[in-house]
């Protein structure tokens, strides 16, 4: 991870630093940003810097990058982040095999609530580890890992946002989504407490912004159609919940099949991010 002010000197500090530390433990090349995993937040923004970060997204200044680039940095595995109008978002018109897939009885589309939740979750990371395993720099997620990430989501779930899919009663497909934290996290200076009482259910009563951070498919069905049909129910159910935004969290230019997804919605472009890496 790096984040620095706008200072020559100290960029190049920091880094050097870093590049040594590597070089003396018989490293090749270093790359970044790069959180504990795939799953975690990733990369550096490079286009869309005045465009508001929702929950999970990375955001940085323009000098970042800039600075990246001065000490020798490339970018590199561009990804896109994107947001979606539910006001103006057309509706979702299934084909002939959406249709006959929603209405199959095989395919069971259950909420995930509070009361079901620690079974909804290892639902989620069966998917989540199936659906990305052959996606680059993926690491199946341990349960210990998986339960560090979600510990907080009971505080912010809402259950008319995210779903599981079975198939046969077996986990199929989900998505997580959750109301985006970060304009609470913004008003009380991201420090909890009891001061923050009141500013969460206000909160909780009036925010309109939503983010999908979990969204997988087991490579079995991946051509069934059902991540287009489960997408398509959630942004059904956030318009009807009164949401206005959708953002999503990273699609990497290399996965084209989910990148088509958030456009046949009607999503838009929000930021551009790459990772930055340099031979050492």
Excluded at 87 to 116: C, M, N, S, V, W
Excluded at 173 to 200: E, K
């Amino acid at each position: 991870f790096f984040d620095c002010a706008d200072d020559a000197g100290a960029a190049a500090a920091l880094l050097t630093a870093a590049e040594t530390w590597c070089r003396d433990k018989g490293m090749s090349r270093i790359a970044g940003n790069f959180n504990l995993t795939a799953m975690q937040q990733i990369g550096v923004v490079t286009a869309g810097f005045d465009r508001d970060p929702y929950l999970d997204q990375v955001w940085n200044p323009p000098h970042v990058p800039r600075l990246l680039k001065a000490n020798g940095y490339v970018a590199d595995f561009p990804m896109t982040t994107f947001l979606l109008d539910l006001a103006t978002a057309p509706p979702f018109e299934p084909g002939d095999k959406q249709k006959a897939l929603a209405a199959d009885a095989a395919y069971t589309f259950r909420p995930i609530t509070r009361r079901g939740l620690k079974a909804a979750l290892r639902d989620v990371r069966t998917i989540l580890n199936a659906s990305f395993a052959e996606n680059p720099m993926f690491v199946p997620l341990t349960e210990a890992e998986f339960d560090f990430q979600v510990e907080g989501l009971k505080f912010l779930l809402d259950p008319r946002l995210s779903a599981i899919v079975h198939h046969h009663g077996k986990p199929a497909a989900c998505v997580v989504a959750i109301p985006d934290a970060n304009p609470l996290l913004r008003r009380i200076g991201s420090r909890m407490g009891l001061h923050m009482a009141w500013p969460y259910l206000r909160f909780r009563m009036t925010n309109t912004r939503a983010v999908v951070i979990i969204a997988g498919v087991m490579p079995d069905l991946q051509s069934t159609g059902l991540a287009p049909v489960l997408l398509a129910r959630i942004v059904t159910a956030m318009k009807r919940a009164g949401y206005r935004t959708m953002a999503n969290t990273w699609i990497a230019d290399v996965n084209p099949r989910s990148l088509a997804l958030p456009r046949k919605l009607g999503s838009v472009p929000q930021h551009r991010t790459h990772l930055f890496g340099k031979p050492l």
